[in-house]
């Protein structure tokens, strides 16, 4: 953030400005040299890899950007851990949220549980893999759910915390003379559009590639406020990267088992109940931020 004659912000747009093009220059060619190979970066191999390494590329935009653009200190990305009980919180409210989500999903009936795990079994059969033994849902089902709240978080918020250096430890700070509302505006266009070359081969909204760049910048735009409020109120990114962790491995985890046939548009984390669900829990995350 810099400051005028009388003292008023102004946006930091050589900062900003290098930052973006250092983040969707490097992702736009690596990720889009995979999809002309052919290779799926949203399936398996070294496309999956790929997209885990691209991650990380907003620090490495912040880094290059503070040392050798701006010359700044790394005070201003808040890169700190803080105190532990936002981290219990977030921990146990987004799974509450997904818990939420995927009911009203099946009450709605926009998608249905595939408590036999089908789907799951599927995956061995079309990779030309003998399925292994799978214990009874009364048993997998339990087993599935500590490891996606209470193990998964830890090794997704590692590679979630490359992304939030840059989103929520860079971008956001130099952002915010344009006041909350566009700030967080901005910042969820450009969070939702670093990950379009995604999208656009099937990422979430499978056949629907234009229209899964609407809803999915929506998912992150509503889904950012949450993550900017905790930030800001406890000046940390690394917060932040948890949060971000814990988000990633819930969709990645049970509940995409669990459900492996939502209707895109409609349920799930990324339709529109979720897209509700996360707007509602910025709004309220927002309004504590006010008393």
């Known amino acids: 953030m810099k400051s005028t004659h009388n003292d008023k912000p102004v946006i930091d747009w050589k900062g900003v400005s290098s930052f973006l093009l250092i983040t969707f220059v490097i992702t736009y060619a690596v990720e889009g040299a995979l999809i002309l190979k052919g290779a799926s970066p949203i399936v398996k191999g070294l496309g999956q890899y790929t997209v885990a390494a691209v991650m990380w590329v907003p620090a490495l935009a912040t880094v290059l950007t503070i040392k050798f653009v701006n010359h700044e200190g790394f005070g201003l990305t808040n890169l700190r851990f803080g105190g532990w009980r936002p981290y219990v919180r977030a921990g146990l409210i987004i799974p509450g949220c997904f818990l939420l989500t995927y009911a009203l999903t099946w009450i709605l009936g926009f998608g249905q549980p595939d408590w036999t795990l089908q789907y ?3 995956l061995f059969v079309v990779a030309g893999v003998e399925v292994p033994p799978i214990p009874s849902p009364t048993v997998i089902w339990p087993v599935f759910l500590v490891v996606t709240v209470f193990i998964g978080p830890f090794i997704n918020s590692v590679f979630a915390f490359g992304e939030e250096l840059g989103w929520r430890g860079y971008l956001l700070p130099k952002l915010l003379p ?12 450009i969070w939702g559009a670093w990950h379009w070359p995604l999208v656009l081969v099937g990422f979430m909204y499978p056949g629907y590639p234009l229209a899964g ?53 409609l349920g799930g984390f990324s339709g529109l109940v979720g897209i509700g669900a996360w707007l509602g829990l910025g709004l309220w995350e927002s309004r504590r931020s006010i008393k």
């Open 120 to 122: 799951f079994k599927s």
């Open 178 to 189: 344009l006041g909350k509302f566009w700030a967080y505006l901005l910042l969820g266009v």
């Open 213 to 265: 760049v609407v809803m999915f910048t929506a998912l992150t735009t509503v889904f950012g406020i949450y993550i900017n409020e905790l930030t800001l109120r406890h000046r940390s990114s690394m917060l932040a990267g948890w949060i971000h962790g814990v988000f990633n491995t819930q969709r990645l985890g049970m509940w995409a088992l669990l459900f492996p046939n939502v209707n895109p548009w």
